[in-house]
């Protein structure tokens, strides 16, 4: 395979020490922001996914109408919403240059994301599955530092755009941290270090988060930067909660409109367990949408759910404003910043 993604990326010093003006930003696609201009932040949503493999086999993920994805977007902005991270990572339907058009058009603040997805995303040979553990670091760092690609759903990306991602996203299979997979988590680990952003992992129900940890500890990322994803689809165990927040990264409670797992009387327990063991701040919410579950696509539900139901059952439930500008504002801003 031709070699053409290095992996010794010179690092912008932005956010660093001696750079007052931008020592806290994130990334969004239209640029570096400053923390304080975040407000609202549900960091785990879908945008916008172009056709690949996938969608002929998940119709639920067939999120391929722009004017429609925009409308939704509005629907969450006016709601209260003001910034989202869109979870699709590159070549598995994320579109760099839509992405943007949506943020302007709608006034959402959008933050995308490099790295790689579930299996079901790609096809069996497709290069994301031989690509060298160097290589993929560098293409991982280059999206973070230079800008993102367009493609690569078939082939290897070639028309790099100026819009740059701000997360890296990885994931476990039901295998943990082994074979490929642990490949590709070093991978978005090193990127992750490299190019001075935070990671989030999918997971199965929590399944194998310890040894992610644990592994990502070693290559450098510390658990600030340390988003794990769905643990929530299981709430009657909360020991598993509790021993991922432990080590002290966020827990990213992102099922909240998927019914089949729980209702929102068990996520509510769920959480105030988890603000009474002292986590309250590593705590992040989110709706992780298929396309049955967005108003502007026919669903019944809607990006803006955890604003206009969601927030005030937790009201109900005893937590304070303060409590939820903690979870809504105050741990994505510091979950997501540049370093």
């Keep these: 395979m031709k070699k053409f993604f290095k992996s010794g990326i010179s690092i912008s010093n932005k956010g660093q020490e001696g750079d007052e003006s931008l020592a806290e930003y ?16 549900q960091p785990h949503e879908h945008v916008y996914i172009v056709e690949t493999p996938a969608l002929t086999t998940n ?11 925009i409308r939704e977007l509005c629907l969450y902005q006016k709601a209260g919403g003001k910034t989202l991270v869109d979870a699709n990572p590159l070549a598995t339907g994320r579109d760099a240059l839509a992405l943007r058009t949506a943020s302007r058009m709608s006034g959402v603040q959008i933050i995308a994301t490099t790295g790689y997805h579930i299996p079901s995303f790609y096809q069996s040979n497709h290069w994301i599955w031989t690509m060298g553990e160097e290589e993929l670091t560098g293409l991982f760092t280059s999206e973070l530092t230079e800008g993102m690609y367009q493609g690569g759903h078939y082939e290897l990306p070639e ?145 803006d759910y955890i604003l206009t139901h969601f927030i005030p059952l937790l009201l109900e439930s005893g937590f304070t404003e303060d409590m939820i500008r903690m979870i809504n504002q105050e741990n994505p801003a510091r979950a997501l910043q540049r370093v």
Excluded at 27 to 41: A, H, K, R, Y
Excluded at 189 to 216: F, P
Excluded at 275 to 296: C, F
């Design 159 to 303: 028309h790099r755009t100026d819009i740059r991602a701000g997360l890296v996203k990885a994931m476990l299979t039901e295998e943990g941290v082994a074979g490929r997979t642990e490949v590709l988590l070093r991978a978005a680990g090193r990127a992750a270090v490299a190019g001075g952003a935070s990671l989030m992992l999918h997971t199965e129900y929590g399944k194998g988060a310890l040894d992610a940890i644990r592994l990502l500890h070693e290559i450098g990322l510390p658990s600030e930067r340390i988003l794990i994803c769905h643990v929530d689809r299981q709430v009657e165990d909360y020991g598993i909660h509790e021993a991922i927040a432990d080590t002290g990264v966020y827990l990213e409670y992102d099922t909240l409109t998927l019914f089949e797992f729980h209702n929102n009387i068990s996520e509510v327990k769920l959480m105030r367990h988890m603000v009474e063991r002292g986590h309250l701040r590593q705590l992040l919410i989110s709706t992780d949408p298929t396309v049955d579950r967005l108003k502007s696509y026919g669903g019944n539900v809607g990006m």
């Design 26 to 41: 994130f990334t969004s696609v239209t640029g570096d922001v400053e923390i304080s201009e975040m407000g609202v932040c």
């Design 59 to 69: 119709p639920l993920i067939r999120i391929c109408n722009l004017e429609a994805s």
